[in-house]
């Protein structure tokens, strides 16, 4: 697979997240957030299937939480990521469980430390709907993935949680919790809602599952799993206790996939 063309620098451009760097570590920990621990994390190692000896790329790696888990299994973990703030609480958390590196996920090619094929799992954990453009970040992926390799993807899922274009409503008539969707099929850059505490705005990057699936397959990159997961919070108190906790279970906060390099 020939390398993607990009600029001659290896710089990583400018990222949103690097202001928002100690305010995420504060938040997620060394050992990531609830819906990391919970959920995010579990989902990964299942569709990884990880082998001992393995190589594993994880794209967008923040501060790491993914490092240890694959170390666990006896398989060698690289992490990049374009904040250099957000790697340098992954190099004081998981340093000695893998390697971080700094680099654009459109322009893994230009890395002196990458080539072609080299790794057998590449991951982006929650990482996905932050990078844009993404026809460039999956041909990225797709050249640094061995023939037969898995990529695997959690995001959150595109159908249910459009960024200020979705939530909860309550039908009084009906007792029932439901999720409104204002906007699906169009693309949006969305600046994120901030957190108290939060120094800077973050960027999201909404699309269509299907711009996904389309963009996997122009790689050669052909989805074989896909999970929907439900959030773990239960409501345990209130009159609308019931209803809450059923929309929970049925409408999915995370979209998991896997997907191969075709050989």
Same mark, same amino acid.
Request: proline share 8%; aromatic share 8%; glycine share 8%.
């Given at each position: *697979?020939?390398?993607?063309?990009?600029?001659?620098?290896?710089?990583? !451009?400018? #990222?949103?997240?690097?202001?928002?760097?100690?305010?995420?570590?504060?938040?997620?920990?060394?050992?990531?957030?609830?819906?990391?621990?919970?959920? +995010?994390?579990?989902?990964?190692?299942?569709?990884?299937?990880?082998? %001992? =000896?393995?190589?594993?790329?994880?794209?967008?790696?923040?501060?790491?939480?993914?490092?240890?888990?694959?170390?666990?299994?006896? $398989?060698?973990? #690289? =992490?990049? &990521?374009?904040?250099?703030?957000?790697?340098?609480? +992954?190099?004081?958390?998981?340093?000695?469980?893998?390697?971080?590196?700094?680099?654009? $996920?459109?322009?893994?090619?230009?890395?002196?430390?990458?080539? $072609? +094929?080299?790794?057998?799992?590449?991951?982006?954990?929650?990482?996905?709907? &932050? *990078?844009?453009?993404?026809?460039?970040?999956?041909?990225?992926?797709?050249? $640094?993935?061995?023939?037969?390799?898995?990529?695997?993807?959690? *995001?959150?899922?595109?159908?249910?949680?459009?960024?200020?274009?979705? =939530?909860?409503?309550?039908?009084?008539? !009906?007792?029932?919790?439901?999720? !409104?969707?204002?906007?699906?099929?169009?693309?949006?850059?969305? %600046?994120?809602?901030?957190?108290?505490?939060?120094? =800077?705005?973050? !960027?999201?990057?909404?699309? %269509?599952?299907?711009?996904?699936?389309?963009?996997?397959?122009?790689?050669?990159?052909?989805? &074989?799993?896909?999970?929907?997961?439900? #959030?773990?919070?239960?409501? #345990?108190?209130? %009159?609308?206790?019931?209803?809450?906790?059923?929309?929970?279970?049925?409408?999915?906060?995370?979209?998991?996939?896997?997907?191969?390099?075709?050989?």
């Amino acid at each position: *697979m020939p390398a993607p063309k990009h600029p001659s620098s290896n710089r990583p !451009r400018s #990222t949103s997240w690097e202001p928002l760097a100690q305010w995420y570590d504060g938040w997620v920990g060394k050992d990531g957030s609830k819906h990391h621990r919970n959920l +995010a994390l579990p989902a990964v190692v299942d569709l990884l299937g990880l082998q %001992p =000896g393995e190589q594993i790329l994880d794209i967008g790696a923040g501060t790491g939480v993914l490092a240890p888990l694959v170390h666990q299994k006896g $398989a060698h973990y #690289t =992490g990049v &990521d374009a904040s250099e703030k957000l790697l340098q609480f +992954a190099r004081q958390h998981h340093g000695k469980e893998g390697r971080f590196l700094s680099g654009d $996920a459109r322009r893994l090619s230009a890395l002196p430390a990458f080539h $072609a +094929a080299q790794f057998d799992g590449v991951v982006f954990l929650l990482s996905i709907q &932050d *990078m844009d453009p993404l026809e460039e970040v999956v041909e990225n992926a797709a050249w $640094a993935l061995k023939p037969g390799g898995r990529l695997v993807i959690v *995001m959150t899922h595109p159908c249910f949680r459009v960024p200020r274009q979705s =939530g909860w409503g309550w039908d009084e008539d !009906r007792k029932l919790q439901f999720r !409104r969707v204002d906007r699906y099929l169009t693309p949006l850059p969305v %600046p994120l809602k901030p957190y108290p505490g939060q120094t =800077g705005v973050s !960027r999201s990057f909404h699309r %269509p599952l299907h711009e996904y699936i389309n963009t996997l397959s122009q790689h050669h990159l052909w989805v &074989d799993h896909l999970l929907e997961i439900p #959030t773990y919070k239960t409501a #345990t108190t209130g %009159p609308n206790a019931k209803a809450e906790n059923l929309a929970n279970q049925e409408i999915p906060l995370f979209l998991a996939l896997r997907a191969r390099k075709t050989l």
